[in-house]
């Protein structure tokens, strides 16, 4: 059953505190994407990866960080030097680039 | 900078009516097109993409795009309660790696 996995569903981080946001997929894409949602508003590229070992800045890389060494798994760190974490996180992939992307089911990460 | 820009409304419709979504970006160069159907609370579904000037059909959807005046739209017909949900527009810029959304128009389908 091919598609894409973010895990946790819900996440809660205490001030200061680092997480990791899990994404896998099985779909064989070779770019993943991570996106930020905040209430009534669109999505925000945090970062973005077309290859293996290779990613990019988004629109608001600061305070997160990325890796890419599996072609299947893109994790996101959220820092404690971002100062406002509290969002809904959304990991895609493409098969490549300009192509369409699919989504996780997200996470809605809250800072207590 | 570039932006893409949709009307938040919300758009009202009946059911069985047409339901008319619009979309205008800044970079000429933008080349993919797409629209996602996001449920409260979801993550967004992939219902189109198009990528030549024209119109593209998919069952009850169709968009369409004119690259020209720089908007895509996406048409509904025979609206349906369960089209009520937030539709993104996004587009990936000319030659880029990445998918630009709009802050997305939500409709809502009235019985």
């Known amino acids: 059953d091919g598609g894409i996995t973010q895990s946790p569903k819900y996440l809660f981080r205490k001030e200061g505190q680092n997480v990791t946001l899990s994404c896998e997929q099985n779909?064989?894409?070779?770019?993943m994407y991570w996106y930020r949602q905040d209430p009534g508003q669109g999505l925000r590229l945090i970062y973005y990866?077309?290859?293996?070992?290779?990613?990019q800045k988004g629109d608001i890389a600061e305070g997160y960080s990325v890796s890419r060494e599996k072609k299947e798994s893109f994790p996101l760190t959220v820092t404690s030097a971002q100062k406002n974490p509290t969002a809904f996180y959304l990991c895609?992939?493409?098969?490549?680039?300009?192509?369409?992307?699919?989504f996780g089911q997200g996470t809605r990460l809250t800072v207590v | 900078q570039k932006e893409v820009e949709q009307n938040s409304g919300p758009l009202s419709v009946p059911e069985g009516a047409i339901a008319s979504l619009n979309c205008t970006y800044s970079d000429r160069g933008s080349q993919s097109f797409f629209w996602y159907r996001q449920y409260s609370g979801k993550s967004p579904e992939l219902i189109m993409f198009?990528?030549?000037?024209g119109d593209k059909e998919d069952g009850r959807f169709t968009a369409q795009l004119n690259k020209a005046s720089q908007y895509v739209s996406l048409l509904i017909r025979d609206s349906q309660p369960s089209d009520s949900a937030t539709y993104l527009c996004?587009?990936?810029?000319?030659?880029?790696?990445?998918?630009?959304f709009g802050t997305g128009t939500q409709l809502k389908v009235e019985l």
């Open positions: 198009i990528y030549s000037n």
């Open positions: 779909l064989n894409h070779d770019a």
């Open positions: 996004a587009v990936n810029e000319g030659g880029g790696n990445k998918l630009t």
């Open positions: 895609a992939s493409s098969i490549k680039q300009n192509t369409e992307a699919f």
């Open positions: 990866s077309q290859i293996v070992n290779d990613f």
